[in-house]
Structure formats: structure tokens, C-alpha cells
């Protein structure tokens, strides 16, 4: 089966490129399962009701998350509501929602598990202990990781401590595509997903506001671009029998204001 998986929905211009883009992308690649990264949909950033209606609508199965998980109060409830509405699971007990959904396909699962990573990062548990005892409870043999986290190196390496125990390792939350796609002993692979939103800015926002932090230690507040907006993931295709993923592919295609 085709997986499709998009990176970090930003701001409204990121919802709309990807409820224009994420039908055609389904059909292109012939995908069952579209799982999106949605901790900066929302204004600011965050995931509000709003923006997660949006991904849902796009034709998301799943939504993952990050850092930014819980910074509307506006969506908390949802994330105990939605079963496929995930926060990382190594925040821990006594915080809203969970890191792990099985989507059922009858003869079948694909369980998707959202981890953040401890580097550079807000305290969390350990992600490499927590994804080894998640991977004890799953019953699915097709397991797909969303690691959020900042640092190549300890991205790099989950995907190597993970390699051949689940069919995908996929980095999310820098923002910028990495060109390091491979399969780790039939785990797919990437170091950063990509983000979904505006092309021409730094990392979703306004560039200027960056450049003027870098020259003058500004404390302006962050503002999303717009314009053209990038919409950038990877198609990994696996085995349903065992699990073992046979091909990663990573696309970043353009969406200037019309549908593909």
C-alpha cells in the first residue's frame, strides 16, 4: 500500500495549498492513507478547530503534531475527542489525548505514532525509551513515526535504533526538505518531511521579520507569509504482509492560488 505524509501545515496559506493539493497527491501516487503534520495550522501556531477541520476536510486521515501541540486552549478537548488527533506520546500521562492511533483495514492495520525528539527541545520523556515500549503494544504491523524533532543527529539516529522494526521513521519540524531519503532494513526514512506553506519566507514567516532578528535582535512578533506556497511530503510504499517498507519518495510541489 501507498502511505502519503505531509509536512508541517503552516497558517491558513498552508491549509488552503494543501485542500487544493492533498486529493490530486492522493490520486497521483495512489495512496490509502494520508497522515499531515498540523502544529502550525493554526494563526500564530498551534492546531485550532479551525485549522484541524481544514487537514480533515483536505482528506487527512491522521493529524500529527509537535512542539506546539497545545498552544490554542481551543483545541484541547479535541485532542482527547478525535481518536486520529495525535499529540506527542512521550509529553506523558495527565495531558490531553494520546500519541498512537491503529487505523483498521480489515485484513490489515497502519498505526501511526507521534514522538518529539529531547534535543533542543521542551522536557519530554525519553523518545527512544517511550518508542520502544509503544512498539511492544501495537498490533499493527505497519508502524509509521512522526519524530518531531529539532536535531539531525537524533533523527538520524531513531531512524537507525527503529530500523526494521517499523516501516517508516519521518522527520518533521525544521521545516526544510532533506535529500537524505533511504530505507534503513526495510524502514523508510527522511530526516525532515518539508513544510507545507509559503514558499518565499523563512520557514513559514514573513522574511523580513527574520532578517530584522538577525540584524537587530528584533523582538517583533512572528507573522506568516503568503503567496505561493510549497506543498512538500514523501509517498512511502509498503508491504501490508510484513510491513517492511520497499520505496520512500519525496515530492515538494508548488500551489499558486488554483487546484491541480
Known amino acids: 500500500m501507498n502511505i502519503l505524509f505531509i509536512g508541517d501545515v503552516v497558517g491558513e496559506a498552508g491549509c488552503t495549498a494543501l ?13 490509502k492513507v494520508a497522515i499531515v503534520n498540523g502544529e502550525n495550522s493554526a494563526r500564530g501556531n498551534g492546531i485550532d478547530p479551525k485549522s484541524e477541520k481544514a487537514i480533515f476536510g483536505a482528506g487527512a486521515d491522521v493529524i500529527t ?35 498512537v492511533c491503529e487505523l483498521d483495514f480489515a485484513s490489515y492495520g497502519v498505526a501511526v505514532v507521534n514522538l518529539i525528539g529531547n534535543a533542543f527541545m521542551q522536557p519530554s520523556g525519553n523518545a ?44 518533521t519540524h525544521t521545516h ?59 509517498c512511502i510504499s509498503v508491504d501490508e504482509a510484513s510491513g517492511k517498507c520497499v520505496k520512500i519518495e519525496r515530492f515538494c510541489k508548488t500551489y499558486q492560488g488554483t487546484a491541480l
Open 176 to 234: 526544510v526538505q532533506t535529500a537524505d531519503e533511504q530505507i534503513i532494513d526495510g524502514t523508510g526514512y527522511i530526516t525532515d518531511v518539508g513544510m507545507t506553506g509559503p514558499a518565499d519566507s523563512v520557514l513559514g514567516v514573513r522574511k523580513e521579520i527574520i532578517i530584522e532578528r538577525f540584524l537587530n535582535y528584533s523582538v517583533k512578533r512572528n507573522s506568516f507569509a503568503d503567496g505561493d506556497c510549497m506543498v512538500c511530503g514523501v
Open 65 to 99: 503534531t509537535g512542539n506546539h501541540a497545545f498552544t490554542k486552549d481551543a483545541v484541547h478537548e479535541d485532542f482527547d475527542r478525535v481518536d486520529t488527533l495525535l499529540r506527542p506520546a512521550n509529553f506523558g500521562e495527565g495531558v490531553p489525548g494520546k500519541g
Open 19 to 31: 485542500a487544493a493539493m492533498l486529493p490530486a497527491l492522493k490520486r497521483e501516487y495512489g495512496a
Open 128 to 171: 527512544f525509551k517511550y518508542a520502544d515500549e509503544l512498539l511492544g503494544k501495537i498490533r499493527s504491523k505497519i508502524i509509521i513515526i512522526d519524530f518531531h524533532a529539532e536535531a539531525t543527529s537524533e533523527k538520524r539516529a531513531m531512524g537507525y535504533f527503529l530500523g526494521g522494526r517499523v516501516s517508516a521513521v519521518l522527520g
